[in-house]
């Protein structure tokens, strides 16, 4: 077992926000009626702020700050999304828990077994290359671990040590000289382990464990020998859902469509990131925006091709949102997917160039179907039928054709017979034309059809109505 | 010899700024008295063409039916955007247009409607993109002009006849007149690389079809009014 552990250090922040920002901003926690700082961004640690700090003490070093209250669900929520990214990169994922506990708000991680991709993605390098430039682009800050153990992994992430340990041994070389602050134990027997001379984590393990767990508590030995792997350490793997649903609440409203799309992003690189790992592929998903006061307004987001490119749906929702005016500022995201079909056109193909004809031309007539809403954009089809009205209707962009066949019929048709003054005989080309038919449905024609010449060289398609013998304009010779 | 293609390349340098002897792409507009008139024997590929009629109905879209169909038979798609009235399918695909490649774009915002030219035009899925705009600046059709040439397609602009006036960075203008015998009268404004100012005569197809009986022609001249 090869464990690369994730860790997201800033997540009770990140989970919020999707800049950090350039103002110090710090997530706070309220305990035992105090207000602690747990998190801070990095122009916060600029200005000397600190977590586990009391909110009125960085209030007193940096009287700007911009404090926001801390979510443990949102948190919850990001690292389930992003579980389900990295199941692309593994088959088991394990999470670990967000805890209430302020002094574990920053050891936030998930863990990926990666010693079964290695061959895979070719590489241990090419496999951390690839997860990076993904986890920059949803803008996480992170840090990497890869060990033996889960422990061990989540141990060389938080002391920021990328080299790649595969024996218990190795392990322990690395480990040996690093404060046992770093360690997930309780302050008190830090504390503890501190008066007793016990610095580094080096000392911690040369010592007999039996001796530990007497002196120390048995959690203090068990969580050495899942550090080094000498004991099971049983978590439960992240399963990945049939159906997507996410959700970023982040905790403040958004009004302009532009601010929005960071956050959008970020759930969409996600969401393809799930849709890779289960090798499938979406033709349509829908995104919840919800605000305070109204009712939730929902897009439904449609193509023509199954995608999976985050790129692509992030073309598609932002053309949607330019059209879409929201009611008010949104404050939570969600996205949400439920049928899933295998992804077309992925595979070099020998026929490669009208591959891409055709995912250009579908991904064109998409964004403009994004835009201007699906029923403007149309093919048009023929319709086997005598009466001119009923013999064309709007189809599915290259759907298949019948094959009818009509007499000479004008280029231009309106959409509804114009009423005609006839105040002298026109000059006819041709006709008349009779087309009496749809006496089965109710809209029965009597007419006859003529072509005429209009006094300023246009031809026209003009009818006399049977029944009632008036005259009618219904087409252009053009 | 020598100084006959020095010449030639000088005339070609002149009209074109650009020295390359390879004729440029272009799509038959399958009458050959308009062919004979454009430079290079069509429509060029990668360009606007500004089609201006003096009304509907004297044969404007049917002047491009040739192009369109054999455009559609191929690979390419043919886009028509914001048409004012129904392009009438069974009419369309008597003219050999496939209809399975043509797609239409209602669009009723002028932004929308430049936007979605714009789009149609870069793909290069698309051989040729018909447009009725409503209003259109002479920056968007410069705008337009880039698309096309990106997207390698033709962009065919209709316009009323007023615009004629108003210069334009489209690279074919072309004023559409209908004559006393009901051919249409095509006059080139402007067409880069070629002699404007030639008015050329196209026979309607429908009356070379010869569907009409002319006995019946009366000898009226038709006053229609056209009550809404």
Redo the contacts between chains.
């Keep these: 077992m090869l464990w690369l552990c994730i860790s997201l250090p800033l997540l009770p922040l990140e989970a919020l926000r999707t800049d950090i920002g350039d103002a110090a901003t710090v997530v706070t926690a309220t305990e035992r009626s105090a207000r602690w700082v747990i998190c801070c961004n990095p122009a916060a640690e600029r200005a000397y702020l600190k977590p586990a700090m009391n909110y009125t003490v960085a209030l007193a070093v940096c009287p700007q700050v911009i404090p926001i209250d801390r979510k443990p669900q949102a948190e919850q929520a990001a690292l389930e999304r992003l579980a389900a990214w990295a199941y692309q990169f593994s088959s088991s994922v394990i999470l670990n828990e967000i805890s209430a506990d302020l002094r574990q708000a920053r050891s936030a991680a998930l863990w990926l077994e990666i010693g079964a991709s290695l061959k895979l993605f070719g590489g241990l390098r090419n496999l951390l290359e690839d997860l990076e430039q993904q986890l920059i682009s949803m803008q996480y800050s992170y840090r990497l671990g890869i060990g033996p153990t889960l422990e061990g992994a989540a141990l060389l992430a938080r002391a920021g040590i990328r080299i790649a340990t595969t024996t218990p041994h190795a392990l322990y070389l690395r480990i040996r000289s690093l404060p046992i602050s770093k360690l997930t134990l309780d302050p008190d027997t830090t504390l503890q382990l501190h008066t007793a001379g016990v610095r580094t984590v080096g000392l911690l393990l040369e010592l007999p464990r039996d001796a530990v767990a007497k002196r120390f508590g048995p959690k203090t030995a068990n969580l050495l020998y899942r550090l080094m792997g000498e004991a099971a350490d049983p978590r439960s793997a992240y399963r990945l859902p049939d159906r997507y649903a996410a959700q970023f609440d982040f905790g403040f409203d958004i009004s302009s469509t532009e601010t929005l799309l960071f956050p959008l992003s970020r759930m969409l690189r996600e969401f393809a990131g799930y849709l890779r790992a289960r090798d499938t592929a979406v033709q349509r998903f829908k995104l919840v925006f919800s605000h305070r006061q109204q009712p939730p307004t929902e897009l439904l987001i449609g193509m023509s091709l199954a995608e999976r490119n985050a790129e692509r749906f992030l073309t598609l929702v932002r053309e949607r949102l330019e059209r879409t005016e929201l009611p008010a500022p949104t404050c939570m995201l969600e996205l949400s997917a439920t049928e899933f079909s295998s992804p077309t056109a992925l595979q070099p193909d020998l026929l490669k160039s009208?591959l891409e004809?055709?995912e250009?031309?579908t991904h064109?007539?998409d964004?403009?179907a994004a835009?201007?809403g699906e029923d403007?954009?149309?093919?048009?089809?023929?319709v086997a039928d005598h009466r001119?009205e009923a013999?064309?209707s709007?189809?599915q962009?290259?759907?298949?054709?019948s094959a009818?066949v009509?007499?000479?019929?004008?280029?231009?048709?309106?959409?509804e017979p114009?009423?005609?003054?006839?105040?002298?005989?026109?000059?006819?080309?041709?006709?008349p034309e009779r087309i009496e038919s749809g006496w089965w449905d109710s809209g029965e024609v009597q007419r006859d059809y003529f072509?005429?010449?209009?006094?300023?060289?246009?031809?026209?398609w003009?009818f006399q109505d049977l029944r009632d013998r008036n005259w009618y304009?219904h087409?252009?010779?053009? | 010899m020598t100084r006959t293609v020095t010449l030639e390349q000088l005339a070609r340098l002149c009209r074109t700024g650009s020295e390359s002897l390879r004729a440029p792409d272009v799509e038959i507009s399958g009458s050959p008295a308009l062919d004979a008139a454009l430079p290079g024997g069509g429509w060029l590929v990668g360009s606007m063409v500004e089609m201006m009629p003096n009304t509907m109905g004297i044969g404007e879209l049917q002047l491009l039916m040739p192009t369109l169909a054999r455009i559609s038979q191929g690979e390419r798609y043919v886009a028509f955007i914001s048409p004012p009235l129904i392009p009438f399918p069974p009419a369309l695909s008597q003219q050999g247009l496939r209809l399975s490649h043509l797609l239409v774009i209602r669009a009723e915002k002028p932004a929308d409607v430049l936007w979605a030219c714009e789009q149609t035009l870069r793909c290069k899925s698309f051989g040729a993109v018909v447009s009725w705009p409503t209003t259109i600046k002479d920056r968007e059709v410069r705008r337009l002009q880039l698309a096309a040439e990106a997207g390698r397609s033709i962009g065919f602009l209709y316009r009323p006849i007023d615009a004629a006036l108003e210069a334009s960075p489209a690279a074919t203008r072309l004023r559409l007149l209908s004559t006393q015998d009901g051919s249409l009268r095509v006059e080139i404004l402007k067409c880069r690389g070629g002699r404007a100012g030639v008015t050329v005569d196209c026979t309607r197809l429908r009356d070379s079809v010869g569907l009409s009986d002319t006995s019946s022609t009366a000898t009226h001249s038709a006053v229609l009014a056209a009550c809404s």
């Design positions: 009208e004809h055709t250009d031309l064109t007539i964004r403009i835009r201007l403007q954009v149309h093919g048009l089809q023929a001119p013999s064309w709007t189809a962009f290259n759907s298949k054709q009818a009509f007499p000479d019929r004008p280029l231009w048709l309106l959409p114009k009423p005609l003054q006839m105040t002298a005989t026109p000059r006819i080309v041709s006709g072509v005429v010449n209009a006094g300023d060289g246009s031809q026209w003009v304009l087409g252009f010779w053009s």
